[in-house]
């Protein structure tokens, strides 16, 4: 089995720290390419991973175009990047960094070449509904469908449950009232697999699944 490149957009958030360490831990990636506003520092890196593989990157999603996301002939591009409207300060805003900067990013990062088999993997949420009345929910949805809609050979959308114990620089009110009616929920629920609307050309796996970082 060859080896892949993969690019991970959002490696500092909660979940990215955690599946950057594990893309680093595994023998299965020639190169492992982590872009976002702002990057992990060497200090924080894995023992013995601070050169080699890992190529890092801070780029600008206001100029996306110019990031060389392209460049990298990526075959799988993971997006874990994602924020709060308190944390963007406005809906606006908030909608700016959740759908479009993950969407031009994956835009950006798709191949021009027909031959590439590229896969995208999103990290959404539980509740993703791009009808939702709510913003963060339709938000989540919304970009699950405009990313099903780019073209990838397949593309992966997860839909976790409440992440127990996941480390955040700061306290958010809203999603720990979310949290408790998740964690209740997804003690029923642990994993389905469902079909997902998109164009036939365009094909693209849902997850959903109880997903609680470690106590």
């Not at 992990?40 to 890092?56: F, I, K, S, Y």
């Amino acid at each position: 089995m060859s080896r892949k490149s993969a690019l991970l957009l959002g490696a500092t958030g909660a979940t990215g720290k955690k599946l950057l360490a594990e893309l680093l831990a595994r023998d299965d990636w020639c190169k492992i390419g982590e872009y976002g506003r702002r990057v992990t520092a060497l200090a924080d890196l894995p023992p013995g991973q601070r050169e080699g593989r890992l190529e890092q990157k801070v780029i600008d999603f206001e100029n996306i175009d110019a990031a060389g996301l392209k460049d990298g002939h990526w075959d799988v591009v993971f997006v874990t990047l994602g924020t709060t409207r308190a944390q963007a300060g406005s809906a606006a805003m908030f909608e700016k960094i959740d759908r479009e900067y993950v969407v031009n990013a994956c835009r950006a990062a798709k191949s021009d070449d027909p031959a590439h088999q590229q896969r995208l993997v999103y990290l959404s949420s539980a509740g993703a509904d791009a009808t939702s009345p709510f913003l963060f929910p339709k938000s989540k949805g919304l970009t699950e469908l405009a990313l099903a809609r780019l073209g990838y050979s397949d593309t992966i959308v997860f839909r976790p449950g409440f992440l127990k114990g996941a480390e955040r620089p700061g306290r958010r009110i809203g999603e720990m009232i979310f949290g408790y009616v998740v964690f209740i929920l997804s003690s029923i629920r642990v994993m389905v697999v469902v079909p997902f609307p998109t164009p036939a050309h365009y094909p693209l796996l849902l997850v959903t699944c109880q997903a609680h970082s470690p106590m």
